[in-house]
């Protein structure tokens, strides 16, 4: 469960990077609808980031110890 957590967190780091540079690149662009939904995986990503976090440090031991 703790590599679930680990994974999460990965993944809602890349969100929020992929959000941010993505959003800011539209709104740049004069993208603006691009811009909101891109920029709308910020959020997501950030709630990812919690839901890792929070798996990973409630779920036990480490795996390399027993």
Do not use: K
């Amino acid at each position: 469960m703790r590599r679930v957590g680990r994974y999460t967190v990965y993944a809602g780091i890349i969100l929020v990077i992929l959000g941010m540079i993505g959003g800011f690149t539209a709104l740049f662009r004069d993208a603006d609808s691009l811009a909101v939904n891109l920029l709308a995986l910020v959020p997501l990503g950030f709630v990812v980031l919690l839901v890792g976090t929070v798996v990973s440090q409630l779920s036990g031991t480490p795996d390399n110890q027993e």
